[in-house]
């Protein structure tokens, strides 16, 4: 057989595998993923509402241009009062970012070492967190710990905790997940820890620290500890699939952002304002720039892309953790990265 006939063969299996595989995903995603690509940000943002979302917010800012504003569908469906760019929004686990910045600060300023275990922060945890005396705070920051994840507790999401004491006690004398540095898996207790430990460390609690220490100095307004600090009609509803109605003031204890406060804060974070460069080596030693979020009625992405100096984050209000939207919001926001990279080339 010839290297031209193997070839021939090879796209054959190729094309005839790919084929096979469109039967297999769900068409939703394939409609999504074919549609005719929009010449703007809009008109991927107006795609939204059509599959499914009850509303969606996107901001956009390049570095050296004025920042754009997108929003489609509704801020509250049940009133039909359309999506604002400027509504809060709870951003769920991009707060981690916050977090791992604070937990930056507090080791370059000797306040915390990365290597000190969690038994040594809190004795009292050594006899009910398996391998407490060998999770450093290095391995919380980065999901190498092995502490099961609270989100993962039963009822968890029906039936919230209402304290961090509260959440902390439903893993507590619970078998690890793996040992302590051998596997990655995120686990949101980790944060749960790291922000009991910025509390014990400072004398006031973690978000406190942050608006002091990252919020204030570049600025950012829009950001909030949680839903008891803000005006509710402020919040973009959320809603769940097969739940007839919003769920925004179920508390999950997220932390609460605009559009444009998050953007700019991951700005800073990728280019150097938010850090000096001893801090900056630390961060980046620990843990990741971009992030995304997701809680009940509530899914969220914010990326920087060094290739374009832009920052993008993208807020949609409708979720189904055992459907489709998180696929859907992820292919939504990849489309708005090629309009946005079609203008740059």
Do not use: C
Not at 37 to 62: C, K, M, S
Not at 112 to 121: F, G, N, P, R
């Amino acid at each position: 057989m010839t290297k031209k006939q193997k070839k021939q063969i090879f796209r054959i299996v190729l094309i005839t595998g790919t084929i096979i595989s469109l039967f297999f995903v769900p068409w939703i995603l394939v409609k999504a993923w074919l549609t005719p690509l929009p010449d703007t940000v809009q008109g991927v943002v107006n795609e939204a509402p059509r599959l499914g979302f009850d509303g969606i917010i996107v901001y956009v800012h390049q570095k050296g241009h004025k920042p754009q504003f997108y929003a489609a569908g509704w801020k509250n469906t049940e009133k039909k009062i359309p999506a604002d760019p400027h509504a809060l929004f709870k951003i769920a686990s991009i707060g981690k970012l916050y977090d791992a910045v604070a937990i930056t600060q507090l080791v370059y300023n000797n306040k915390l070492s990365l290597d000190s275990t969690l038994a040594h922060y809190f004795p009292n945890l050594a006899g009910h967190i398996q391998y407490a005396n060998q999770i450093t705070l290095r391995m919380l920051v980065q999901h190498h710990s092995g502490i099961p994840n609270i989100t993962d507790t039963p009822n968890f999401w029906t039936n919230p905790p209402k304290t961090p004491q509260e959440a902390l006690s439903r893993i507590l004398d619970k078998p690890a997940d793996f040992k302590p540095g051998t596997k990655y898996e995120y686990s949101n207790t980790n944060y749960l820890l790291i922000s009991m430990l910025i509390q014990k460390v400072t004398g006031e609690s973690s978000f406190r620290y942050i608006k002091k220490n990252i919020l204030k100095p570049l600025g950012l307004k829009h950001t909030y500890g949680s839903i008891h600090q803000i005006n509710m009609n402020d919040l973009m509803s959320g809603y769940y699939v097969g739940v007839d109605h919003d769920i925004k003031s179920v508390d999950y204890g997220s932390m609460v952002a605009s559009a444009e406060d998050v953007g700019e804060f991951v700005m800073a974070l990728n280019d150097g304002r938010l850090l000096n460069a001893k801090e900056q080596a630390i961060y980046s030693s620990l843990y990741k720039y971009n992030h995304t979020g997701l809680i009940p009625g509530y899914q969220s992405i914010a990326k920087y892309f060094k290739s374009m100096n832009t920052v993008v984050v993208q807020f949609t209000n409708t979720t189904n953790f055992s459907g489709y939207n998180w696929n859907l919001s992820e292919i939504i926001y990849h489309r708005i990265i090629k309009v946005l990279r079609k203008k740059v080339d």
